[in-house]
């Protein structure tokens, strides 16, 4: 490279690095191994549960989780369609279920129909009972503890064949689901790595250059799980964070590899020596991968506005492994090229429909572009309507709260569904926190027997309605099953009554009391509200500062607005998707699940942060190209149309590894994991094709040299432009 050359800090740290590859290795290696030693030796804070809930039903969750922890409860179901409680068989059967399980250690509390006082143990029509008790020790573990439970009632069911005899509640229900999890994401995991490898083996046709960026995403990856316990104390992490820092980590990691190694290729094709082609890719790839990366950051970081903790705990994590994907690929990436030089085209393999001395630009976008690029007016038109028609049902998007009731069939969905039909509401009731110096004050007492009869002549509630206590009086918890399903119009109505009228009206009239309402309900409820507040500011903020870093890598006002609305088309379009699939249940039965009634209400805010920062790489990749060839003298028109085909099959190949993995979640088991997966591979696949293929270039071609206008008083913004001289320096 010629002396005095004007280079940009990724020029600089890449032809730093491919100079003393080995040790920037060592040094890259090193810095991994420290992430993980570092993070055992800080330790993770870990959210605990109530820390994943707002509003109103985040402080009574707070409030039960400090001041009165309950073991995990559990209900034994008896049920017979002919014989009722009177029934001396079914009265045996409920006396043997509760003898089972209190000789269990492990046990505590046992209530049962049989029990005096115990009438709301029974159905309304007594063709059903209950037996409820608690599990001894921590709730969250529970479900550890739970074996011995369910044996002793799967004993009590074949002692008593006559009945139906099924267990349901915190425990086994956890039991289950933390199993399905499990299996899950050690499916996607066992998956994922594979399908990568495969499809990018596919497109660079060589073993050793599809396992270049693999490497670099699963270190950078594992680097960033251990560094993340160190703002975990400051920002405690959510259990899901590893999986969200894997997902996000892959995709960046594997992308910016891909545009850093086919302009490598590129450059050696174009007859450059290995050291000069590392340096040519560090200066334009490496630049793009910078603005990227920063771009990606500024959306992770609209997470920590949404004013859930689990949110702004996966902002954390994914910030960091884009930040430490960046650094890898400034720096460990030329590296590794220049140590392996040609030496990347090694373990070829021979793909049938790939042509051996393939171009660089791909075949199929090239016929795609020449035909938009002829036709700018139309492609636009049709993609926009397209896009428009995808995004359609997302115009009645609503949010649902995963339950039990959406539990796969293989669950104890079905005991939950009997639960609910012999007691209505009766295991996710609203559940009136109240607290006060004594709440066994008779003035608070006579407060809360108020409050339940108001409640069940109001048809608010009906029973039964349970009041229990902690050991220091000072809190007490009041279960209201609420008419309705806990989900439809009826529940929130009922909340509605009960918050702004019953409570203030009994507990609200006594001096010092306090009262909050959680339940099913009650966080559905708050959760929403919280999206509906905050939803403005998050978008607001994270269109702001991309807007921002766009204007100044472009020196375009045009760019970022154009920008904006691209990647807005392609997150509503994403939620048109999952709208259609979850709520509105097509192709359901496809997918292995039923729809509910609405996506989760961490989704939608989630995605569009996520997908905005994962759009912007493209984004920036592509324009990047464009804009080095317009600042190297071609036209616009020219470098629209060569910029995007150079880079087109790179795009693809990236977006086809992301839709791989991703789709991988739309086959697991739990609906959430099916709904993040399906709705991350639609979003990809969207924007990678009638978004990045076509509305893109369309736009571009009309708006001609327009695309690069500056308002005068902008005009001050610094040039960080292409670095052409990099390229002449290498003939």
């Not at 940009?8 to 992430?35: D, M, Q, T």
């Not at 190297?632 to 629209?640: I, S």
């Amino acid at each position: 490279m010629h002396a005095g050359t004007k280079r940009g800090v990724a020029a600089s740290v890449g032809s730093w690095s491919a100079r003393h590859k080995k040790s920037v290795l060592a040094g890259w290696l090193a810095f991994v191994v420290l992430s993980v030693v570092l993070g055992g030796m800080v330790g993770t804070d870990k959210l605990t549960k109530a820390d994943q809930f707002t509003g109103q039903s985040g402080r009574a969750e707070k409030t039960l989780e400090q001041r009165f922890p309950t073991p995990a409860h559990e209900e034994a179901l008896i049920h017979s369609p002919t014989l009722d409680v009177h029934d001396p068989a079914f009265t045996a059967a409920i006396r043997d279920v509760k003898a089972r399980v209190s000789a269990l250690a492990v046990v505590k509390d046992v209530k049962a129909a049989t029990d005096p006082g115990q009438s709301g143990l029974v159905s309304s029509d007594g063709h059903s009972a209950l037996v409820e008790f608690g599990v001894r020790g921590d709730s969250e573990t529970a479900g550890d503890r739970v074996a011995p439970i369910e044996a002793a009632v799967k004993a009590a069911q074949r002692a008593h064949p006559e009945l139906r005899i099924e267990e349901f509640g915190d425990a086994s229900v956890g039991s289950a689901i933390d199993k399905f999890i499990a299996n899950d994401l050690q499916r996607a995991e066992t998956l994922s790595l594979p399908v990568t490898l495969l499809i990018l083996a596919i497109a660079f046709g060589a073993l050793v250059a599809a396992g270049v960026p693999v490497l670099l995403a699963i270190s950078a990856v594992i680097a960033t799980i251990g560094l993340v316990a160190i703002p975990s104390h400051i920002f405690p992490i959510d259990d899901n964070a590893s999986i969200v820092i894997t997902l996000i980590g892959m995709a960046v990691g594997v992308d910016y590899s891909l545009f850093y190694l086919k302009r490598e290729r590129e450059e050696r094709r174009a007859g450059r020596d290995g050291l000069t082609a590392v340096e040519i890719a560090s200066a334009t790839s490496g630049r793009a991968i910078v603005v990227s990366g920063l771009t990606i950051m500024a959306a992770m970081a609209g997470q920590f506005l949404t004013g859930d903790k689990s949110s702004a705990s996966f902002g954390v994590g994914t910030i960091m492994v884009v930040a430490v994907a960046m650094l890898g690929s400034l720096t460990a990436l030329p590296a590794m090229l220049a140590l392996l030089g040609r030496h990347v085209d090694k373990g070829r393999i021979r793909i049938p429909f790939r042509r051996r001395n393939a171009r660089t630009d791909s075949r199929v976008w090239t016929f795609v572009l020449d035909r938009v690029l002829a036709r700018p007016v139309i492609s636009a038109l049709g993609a926009v309507l397209v896009l428009l028609a995808i995004a359609s049902p997302a115009m009645h998007l609503k949010v649902h709260t995963t339950g039990a009731n959406d539990l796969p069939p293989t669950c104890p969905a079905t005991v939950y569904h009997h639960l609910e039909k012999a007691f209505p509401n009766s295991y996710a009731p609203a559940v009136v926190v109240v607290q006060a110096t004594d709440t066994t004050d008779p003035a608070v007492t006579a407060a809360v027997a108020q409050l339940g009869h108001r409640a069940v002549a109001a048809g608010v509630s009906h029973q039964p309605i349970q009041v229990d206590t902690n050991a220091a009086h000072t809190v007490s918890t009041v279960a209201l099953p609420l008419r309705g399903d806990g989900a439809d119009t009826a529940s929130k109505e009922a909340l509605t009554t009960l918050r702004d009228t019953l409570i203030p009206s009994t507990l609200g009239q006594v001096p010092g009391v306090t009262a909050d309402v959680t339940g099913a309900t009650a966080i559905d409820h708050d959760q929403t509200s919280m999206l509906a507040h905050n939803t403005p500011l998050v978008f607001g903020f994270v269109l702001g500062l991309a807007f921002l870093l766009l204007l100044v890598t472009f020196r375009s006002i045009v760019i970022p607005i154009k920008a904006i609305i691209l990647n807005l088309l392609s997150v509503a379009a994403a939620y048109g998707v999952l709208v259609a699939v979850f709520q509105d249940g097509h192709g359901s039965s496809l997918l292995g699940f039923t729809p509910t009634d609405g996506v989760a209400p961490w989704l939608p805010l989630f995605l569009f942060v996520i997908l905005f920062g994962l759009s912007m790489d493209y984004h920036v990749f592509i324009l990047s190209r464009v804009k080095e060839l317009v600042d190297g003298g071609m036209r616009t028109d020219e470098a629209v149309a060569q910029g995007i085909k150079s880079t087109a099959g790179t795009v693809t190949s990236a977006a086809v590894v992301m839709v791989g993995v991703f789709s991988i979640f739309g086959t697991l088991t739990l609906v959430d994991f099916k709904e993040f997966g399906i709705g991350l591979a639609a979003a990809v696949l969207i924007d990678a094709t009638i978004i990045r293929g076509v509305l893109l270039p369309a736009t571009m071609k009309l708006l001609g040299d327009w695309n690069w206008y500056l308002p005068q008083p902008l005009r001050w913004l610094p040039r960080i432009g292409a670095e052409p001289s990099l390229e002449a320096s290498g003939d």
